[in-house]
């Protein structure tokens, strides 16, 4: 055997480019599996991108809970309503930030700092976690200030906070999110991070804004659609994955190399969102599913079926209070090519996200080299693909030995699923 063999450069040679589509979804295959050299033998295991930062994760709970904490009870419990165990989400962005920080040479720290509102933080690895804390914060408030909104009555599977507690509430709770998230970003002592977060939650508003006073010729674009798509979605990874650069010192090409990343990756992912909105279940997605469509906004698959049938911009500009135009409006979608068309889209964006952590500075640290199949497995591999597979074994496991027949609702969830 040759005795320069090294088994994480090895990996992390053989699993950049595989990138494949897996069930209809953005998937990387061979990102997938972590290749170890054993006596002489080759052994894949499948890797889990939030066993990487797992305990981490489990803190940043602990945290957010303590920092969102009120003198006032009613918006004690209004602030901590998405972050109570068991309604916390994918936590989707604090994971991607707090490996982008491994993978710029920032070991994980054996012992975790304590948590101060409003101290200073004396490790980089530190100063990281709570710019995933804050970005965590920024996108709760964004989702309640959204929901009222769109007067949504769910979120995550239950009750939205507007539904539960109405929308006063939930519009100072947002408020209040946001004010803590200021006051930890402000103990960082950094300008220019405190900047890239301001510039956030501005173009939340903005991108917030763009969609509820488009025109008609803007609201059929798919350039003013993809802008709005950045403002609301990718700014706030795109913009955090650079901060986290800037504080583990990085050059300033590195740091737009982590925003490329983060760009993109949000990019991709509000893509694929928009596919689970017409092919997902209402229990996958925990929120209904159509809601986009049904709340008269117009996203890819549908911008995209216009480019095939024309005839489709007339009904967009009519609008789809009447149910008979969402109706017509997802026949000319299922005889087009809109969905495979965004797929295609998305897999773009995650290429390109690939490419930016292909570039990032290489290390001689086996930890940090062995990351990088669970960067690329956040790129490509849409996060709420395991949810429905879960929830499909599960179904299928209650009627094994059963002489039930599936309900139409666990029909429809393995139609989806397949």
């Known amino acids: 055997m040759d005795s320069s063999y090294h088994p994480a450069k090895f990996q992390l040679k053989n699993v950049k480019r595989s990138l494949v589509f897996s069930k209809g979804l953005p998937a990387l295959?061979?990102?997938?599996?972590?290749?170890?050299?054993?006596?002489?033998?080759i052994v894949e295991d499948e890797l889990d991108p939030f066993s990487m930062v797992a305990d981490e994760l489990s803190l940043l709970g602990n945290n957010l809970r303590e920092m969102v904490e009120a003198e006032v009870p009613k918006l004690a419990s209004a602030a901590e309503y998405f972050f109570k165990m068991g309604v916390e989400g994918k936590r989707f962005r604090p994971t991607v930030l707090l490996l982008m920080s491994t993978a710029?040479?920032?070991?994980?720290?054996?012992?975790?700092?304590?948590?101060?509102?409003?101290?200073?933080?004396?490790?980089?690895?530190?100063?990281?976690?709570?710019?995933?804390e804050i970005t965590e914060m920024i996108h709760v408030a964004s989702l309640l200030?959204?929901?009222?909104?769109?007067d949504a009555d769910t979120r995550r599977g239950i009750g939205s906070l507007n539904f539960v507690?109405?929308?006063?509430?939930?519009?100072?709770?947002?408020?209040?999110l946001l004010s803590r998230a200021c006051v930890t970003l402000a103990s960082l002592k950094n300008t220019e991070v405190v900047s890239l977060l301001a510039k956030v939650v501005e173009h939340l508003v903005t991108g917030e804004t763009m969609q509820m006073t488009t025109t008609s010729d803007q609201r059929c674009s798919m350039e003013y659609y993809m802008q709005k798509t950045y403002y609301k979605t990718a700014s706030l990874i795109s913009n955090s994955c650079k901060a986290i650069a800037i504080l583990a010192g990085q050059t300033a090409e590195v740091a737009m190399l982590a925003f490329e990343y983060g760009k993109n990756l949000g990019l991709a992912f509000q893509l694929i969102d928009d596919v689970?909105?017409?092919?997902?279940?209402?229990?996958?997605?925990?929120?209904?599913?159509?809601?986009?469509?049904?709340?008269?906004?117009?996203?890819?698959?549908?911008?995209?079926?216009?480019?095939?049938?024309?005839q489709l911009r007339a009904i967009?500009?009519?609008?789809?209070?009447?149910?008979?135009?969402?109706?017509?409006?997802?026949?000319?979608?299922?005889?087009?090519?809109?969905?495979?068309?965004?797929?295609e889209l998305a897999m773009k964006h995650a290429n390109l996200a690939a490419t930016a952590i292909d570039s990032l500075p290489e290390s001689d640290d086996e930890e940090v080299v062995s990351l990088t199949p669970y960067m690329y497995d956040y790129v490509l591999k849409n996060v709420r693909e395991p949810e429905i597979l879960k929830q499909l074994r599960e179904e299928m496991a209650s009627m094994r030995g059963s002489q039930m027949q599936w309900s139409p609702d666990q029909?429809?969830?393995?139609?989806?699923?397949l």
Do not use: W
Not at 145 to 150: G, N, R
Not at 411 to 417: E, F, I, N, P, R
């Open 29 to 41: 295959y061979s990102s997938r599996y972590q290749i170890h050299h054993q006596s002489s033998s």
């Open 104 to 132: 710029l040479n920032l070991p994980i720290p054996k012992a975790p700092p304590p948590i101060e509102l409003g101290g200073t933080f004396t490790t980089d690895r530190s100063r990281q976690q709570r710019i995933a």
């Open 145 to 150: 200030h959204d929901d009222v909104l769109d």
């Open 165 to 176: 507690m109405g929308n006063k509430l939930a519009v100072l709770a947002g408020d209040f």
């Open 276 to 310: 689970l909105d017409f092919t997902g279940t209402s229990a996958s997605l925990g929120k209904g599913s159509l809601s986009d469509i049904r709340h008269g906004i117009v996203t890819a698959p549908i911008l995209f079926a216009m480019e095939e049938f024309p």
């Open 316 to 343: 967009v500009d009519e609008g789809f209070e009447n149910p008979e135009n969402v109706d017509l409006a997802l026949e000319y979608l299922g005889k087009s090519q809109g969905i495979q068309r965004t797929r």
């Open 411 to 417: 029909v429809d969830t393995c139609l989806q699923c």
